[in-house]
């Protein structure tokens, strides 16, 4: 049996190529064996960085398709989505270099193919943020449809009647959306439901159109902002960031920009999380506070003391009991879903019964029966789970189904009591930068290991 306290380093100033990084990822970051062993009990207490945001990466690398110059992007998690989409991108024609593990030099000058494979979309369904950039750009994508996962159908039909009402013309092949426009041409275009990454690719088919778009009931997440950031410093003409109704007028040509990716608002709210349930003391820096101002306020009427020393760091600490409180999961600026999970795990170890409701995905409680294995009491009913807390849990074997639900199983471990040993955790590998290591340093004991 292989231990080691943290993923072996690809040294990010050797520039690998393509198959050669494809056998390094098998190695290290794609293990599907890799388990974590975490003996609960332990005050975390010390202070962690939060690294940038994986879910305005993505749309952040994907956004490079839309121009021949380079698009430098800065503070990127080094995780296994930013890896893939890097394979996606290469696999494009594009010359992608790392000339610093947290940094990604991107030319697209070179595009030979615009397609994004089904091997790619079925482990990373972001991979059909290359649908509005290529279609933007040349006129033409193949996108495989990313199908269902973990936590429910993901359909991206609002995508593709965005990408119609802009021209495109789309069919659907052998499981592949084919797109083709001329020129795609500005609409108004009403979402029926707040897509994050619909919004996103609505945004990078519109900036190269004839033409204004009006995209109404957008995302406002602070990843959406941050990719219409870098938008505008590309050259294109996007307004009311940061609000529901984008105008976005489009341009003939975009330029290369150089981008610092926003910190992780979802890591940060996981950290909080992870202080609050283990009665430590943690600081959390490099964060951004206004991004989890409802965690906060939720996290705080739990009784979770919190206190914002900066503009990009937080404290963490519980001055005793945590009182059970609902929450309900809604699109930004309320709730977040990916935290729905680590704020569950919460709850088992407060008093009183709490409610969570999921709104934004179909089947999102996976973890609650991992974490019933371990003692807690929850009842799942539809759309909602009903905790009821100050159950002292034990550790227990668990399997972890999706990216937040590991993260929830990896708090539950650091809470309970004896041995917690979680399987497949290639899921968290997906959004956390080193989770293991960050935990370790401010005192959990959580090792990764194989059988
Ligand atoms: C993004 O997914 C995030 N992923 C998710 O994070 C996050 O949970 C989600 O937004 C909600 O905040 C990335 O940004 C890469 P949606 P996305 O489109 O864009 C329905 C994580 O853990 N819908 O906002 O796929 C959909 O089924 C991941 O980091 C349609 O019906 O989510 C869902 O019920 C998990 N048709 C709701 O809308 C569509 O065409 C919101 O989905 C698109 C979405």
Known sequence: MKSFGCRANISPTVELQPSLLLYFQSKVFCNLMDKFRIIGGKRLEGRVSISGAKNSALPCMAASLLTSENVVLHNLPYVRDIITMRRLLEDMGCMVLMPE?????????????????????????????????????????????????????????????????????????????????????????????????????????AVLAEGVTVLENAAREPEVTDLAILLNRMGARITGVGSSTLKIEGVSKLRGAEHTIIPDRIEAGTFLVAGAITKGSLEITECNPD???????????????????????????????????????????????????QYLALMTQAEGSAVVTENIFENRFMHASEMMRMGASITVKGNQAIIE???????????????????????????????????????IDRGYDKIEEKLCKVGASIERFRD
């Open 101 to 205: 593990r947290h940094t990604l030099k991107i030319d697209a000058s070179n595009i030979k193919f615009f397609e994004a494979p089904y091997e790619l979309v079925k482990t990373m369904r972001a991979s059909v943020l290359a649908l509005g950039p290529l279609v933007a750009r040349f006129g033409q994508a193949e996108v495989s449809l990313p199908g269902g996962c973990a936590i429910g159908q993901r359909p991206i039909d609002l995508h593709l009647k965005g990408l119609e009402m802009l021209g495109a013309k789309i069919e659907l092949v052998g499981g592949n959306v084919i797109a083709r426009a001329d020129r795609l041409k500005g609409n108004n275009i009403v979402f029926e439901k707040v897509t994050v990454t619909g919004t996103e690719n609505m945004m990078m088919a």
């Open 291 to 341: 991004h989890i101002a409802s965690v906060i306020d939720k996290l705080s009427e739990a009784g979770v003391k919190i206190e914002r020393l900066s503009d990009v760091a937080l404290r963490v600490e519980t001055n005793g009991k945590i009182v059970a409180k609902d929450i309900t999961t809604e699109p930004f600026p309320d709730f977040p879903t990916d935290m729905q999970a």
């Open 389 to 427: 807390g100050g159950k002292q849990l034990t550790g227990a074997k668990v399997l972890a189904s999706d990216l937040r639900a590991s993260a929830s199983l990896v708090i539950a471990g650091l809470n309970a009591d004896g041995e917690t040993i979680i399987d497949r955790v290639y899921h």
